[in-house]
């Protein structure tokens, strides 16, 4: 970790278990974000997916490397079309 992001999610504490891009639960002592290419500047169209579970989990886009963070409150968003693929394949996600 550098520049203090490890602090930075130690501090937070909404910071619940992660899905990193691998898919793999953990703490959030024990993530990194893996760095992501981004395919072009331009946005790629939107897919809505609705989380299958009540827990907060936070995940990053394997393509365009954006956070997105799900909850009870929050199971249904936008998520760029680049990085749907691999968060429906992770069997958390459904595509709506």
Do not use: H, K, N
């Not at 992501?36 to 827990?55: E, G, H, I, W």
Request: aromatic share 6%.
């Amino acid at each position: 970790m550098c520049c203090g992001r490890l602090r930075s999610l130690m501090r937070d504490a909404s910071a619940r278990p992660i899905l990193s891009a691998g898919f793999t639960r953990s703490t959030p002592t024990a993530v990194g974000r893996q760095t992501a290419t981004v395919q072009s500047a331009q946005a790629s169209p939107s897919v809505m997916l609705r989380y299958s579970r009540t827990d907060a989990v936070r995940v990053w886009g394997p393509v365009t490397g954006r956070r997105y963070d799900f909850s009870a409150a929050e199971t249904v968003q936008p998520v760029d079309a680049g990085d749907a693929a691999a968060l429906l394949r992770s069997g958390l996600f459904v595509r709506t």
